[in-house]
Every structure is written in C-alpha cells, then in structure tokens.
C-alpha cells in the first residue's frame, strides 16, 4: 500500500506535523494552503514542498482544514485527486459524512480519521513531526469506504508512528464529547474565572491550575467550529456535570448547616451530614482518573510519584537524569515545578511502583532531596 506522493491540505499545527512525520519516513509531500505564508512556514519546518503535484499520481490527500471547510476540501480533493485515497483529521466525524453522501464526490475513496494529538496552539510554527508518536489515531471507515482506501489511512496512520483505533463515526463523536469536548468547556469555565481574580492572588497559582486550564488558551475560532459540529453529543455531557455540579454545591451547603457555629468560623472538619455526601465526589473523581489508559492504550497503570529538590543551576536537571539513568530506571512521566521564594524547581518523576523505593534510596545516596508527594486516598471496593 503506497501513500507516496502524498497532498497535505491545511498547513496548520495537525496539518504541517503530518507533513513532517510522512516526510521523516521518506515519504514525497506536497504542501496546500489558502494562506501561503502558512504553507511557505510549513515548508520551512521540513512539512514538504510547495511544488505543485500531478493530480493523477496521488495516493493520498490529508485535509486539515478547520471543521467547517472540511467538507467542501474533502470534496474538491476526491475531484482533483481521482485515484487517491482522501482523509481529514477533523475532530468531528458524522456531519463531514453527511455532507458527502449529498455530493456527487466518489465517497468509496473517502475514510474520515482522527489523531488524538495536538495542542493549545495553531499553525505551522509549532508542528513536530513527532506530535503523534504512540498517540491514539481513529480511523472511522463507513459502509461504502473501499477496503484498500482504509488500509492506505492505516499506512498513515502507520508511518505516523500513532497507534490505530478502528472505529463507527456516530461512536467516535460519542466518545470525543466525553474524552475531549467536555474537558475542553471545563477548562475554559475554570480559566475564565480566573479572569476575576486579582493579580496578586494569581501568584499562588501552581501546577495544578496551569494543568486544568493549559487547554482553555487553544483557538476560540476553532473551538467554536469544532462544539459546534459536535453538540448533539455534547449536550448530554454537559447537562450531566450540570446535575452533579448541583449536588456537590448541595453538599457543601449541607456540610456547612451541619456544624456548629465555632467550629465553622475556625474551619474544623466538618462532622454535618454533607461532609459525608461530599466524600463520594472525591473518590469518584479519583477513580475516574484510575481508568485513563496508560500510554500506547495499555490498562492504566498507577505510578508513584518521587519529588527531587533540584538547585536553579546549570547541569542540575542533566546530573539528575544522569543519575536515574544510572538507577536503570525508565521514567514515565515528569512535571517540574519552580518555587518562587528559592532557587530551587522541584522535579516530580513517575515511575513502576516496583523500582520506587530502590531510586529513591540511590538517588539520596548521592546526595539528592528525595521526598514523595502524599499518597493518594483510600478508595472503597
Ligand atoms: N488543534 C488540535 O489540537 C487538533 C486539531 N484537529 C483538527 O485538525 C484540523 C486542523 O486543526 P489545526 O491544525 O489545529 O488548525 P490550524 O488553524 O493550525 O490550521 C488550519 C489550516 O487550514 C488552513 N485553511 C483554512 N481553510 C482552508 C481552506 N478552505 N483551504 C485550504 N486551507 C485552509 C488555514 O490557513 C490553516 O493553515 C481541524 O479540523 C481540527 O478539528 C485534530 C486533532 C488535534
Ligand atoms: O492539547 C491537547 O491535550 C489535546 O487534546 C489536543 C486536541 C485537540 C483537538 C482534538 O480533536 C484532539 C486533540
């Protein structure tokens, strides 16, 4: 199955990564964009060339237009490309469909997908031709998608280095509402509050905020489009939080009735019956996050967490590292976090339960900082 030369149309962040993953694995990609600054940057970042392609000689065409222009491209390509395999990446599934089954376009050559990957930001200046290594990538063949052209989007999909999931449109937009939309419209209600608060009480801000709101600084135009497509399944989401937003406040107002006065305005434990109904939130919560995948889909795994103190000076982070590598320990995820009033970051490592004790135990050795965030809550069975 060939995918080369290809044809990436929309050169912005998801379009000009694809161009740089295909043209990493040695693929021919040639680059359109109705804004050719665009285009001309994402050529400058290694996306492919602005040399116009034989139409006939096609094999692919990747759209990564936003969501309202995807149809009438998708369209225009399946006519300009007539022997090429057509996808989109859009964030939404089910309308760009519909849209095609009205037109006269050859839909058989036609499978929408979907890389789980991207970010706050848009345009070509921040594409990586990594951006979807080991990410989630849907594909969503529909009843007339002729076999070979879903298995020219596996090939993408393939030499994206992002794994697969085959998937119905209707199913795919159920579970982005859930996984990605909903999400999104929480961040953007947590970052729009802050908007309120005073300067000076933003400087409490840890890494906590900055990871619920990092998503709410994406593109308002795009977000708009992509909701937009997708409120059918929204909607229910939404109305759901809504409910449970409710009875949390109920909740609190009822842990609050239920203490006496004293221990209120010393802010005691509550021993009211709302502290009780409260509890069940925060364990749910907890074991929502337990059920995210690990990486490459694998079930969840739950890390511990270390906590080096690293000095604000040149070398430390590589001496650190250095120093985990040496412990033959893989680490899974990091976060770093500054702290305002010391020169000092410190580095919060994520690694297998089973190797914890024995790094932490080296790490100290040589003369680190070791400590471990608190554990997390008990949770009933
Ligand atoms: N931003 C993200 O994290 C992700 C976005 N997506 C989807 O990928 C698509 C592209 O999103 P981004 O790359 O983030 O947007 P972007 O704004 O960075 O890039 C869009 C590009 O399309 C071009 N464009 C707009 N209309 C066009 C048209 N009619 N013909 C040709 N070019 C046109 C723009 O000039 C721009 O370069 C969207 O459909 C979005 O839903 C999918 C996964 C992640
Ligand atoms: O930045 C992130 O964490 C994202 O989740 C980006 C993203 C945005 C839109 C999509 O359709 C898919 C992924």
Not at 302 to 313: G, K, M
Request: hydrophobic content about 45%; proline content about 7%; charged content about 20%.
């Amino acid at each position: 199955m060939t995918i080369s030369p290809a044809v990436v149309i929309g050169t912005g962040l998801v379009g000009a990564s694809v161009g740089c993953a295909l043209t990493a694995a040695g693929h021919r990609v040639h680059l359109e964009d109705r804004s050719l600054s665009h285009a001309r940057v994402a050529a400058g970042v290694g996306a492919g060339t602005l040399d116009p392609a034989v139409g006939t000689e096609v094999a692919l065409v990747v759209v990564a237009v936003p969501p309202n222009a995807l149809a009438p491209v998708i369209i225009d390509g399946l006519h300009r490309f007539p022997y090429a395999t057509v996808t989109d990446v859009g964030s939404v599934k089910a309308g760009v469909l519909n849209a095609l089954w009205d037109s006269d376009a050859d839909v058989a050559r036609y499978v929408g997908s979907h890389p789980m990957a991207g970010s706050q930001f848009s345009g070509p200046v921040t594409a990586r031709a990594d951006l979807f290594t080991d990410r989630t990538w849907v594909i969503a063949p529909h009843r007339k998608s002729a076999q070979a052209a879903t298995d020219t989007v596996r090939e993408l999909v393939r030499a994206c280095r992002a794994q697969e999931v085959i998937m119905d449109v209707d199913v795919h937009d159920a579970a982005v509402a859930r996984v990605s939309h909903l999400p999104h419209l929480m961040s953007v209600l947590m970052a729009g509050r802050l908007t309120e608060v005073p300067a000076e009480q933003l400087q409490l801000a840890g890494q906590g905020l900055r990871d619920v709101t990092r998503i709410a600084g994406s593109d308002p135009g795009l977000w708009q489009q992509i909701l937009g497509a997708n409120s059918g399944a929204l909607l229910p989401e939404l109305r759901a939080i809504q409910d449970q937003l409710g009875e949390l406040i109920k909740a609190i107002e009822d842990d609050r009735a239920g203490r006496p006065e004293p221990a209120r305005r010393n802010g005691q434990d509550g021993t009211g019956a709302g502290a009780s109904e409260l509890r069940p939130h925060l364990e749910r919560g907890v074991a929502g996050t337990r059920r995210i995948p690990g990486k490459h889909g694998a079930a969840p795994v739950q890390y511990r967490r270390l906590v080096v103190e690293i000095p604000d000076t040149p070398g430390a982070l590589s001496r650190l590292f250095a120093g985990v590598g040496q412990a033959g320990v893989n680490v899974e995820d990091i976060a770093i976090q500054h702290d305002p009033d010391r020169q000092l970051g410190y580095l919060s490592l994520a690694v297998d339960p089973d190797q914890a004790d024995a790094l932490s135990t080296a790490m100290t050795a040589a003369g680190w900082v070791v400590g471990e965030p608190d554990p997390s809550p008990d949770l009933p069975d």
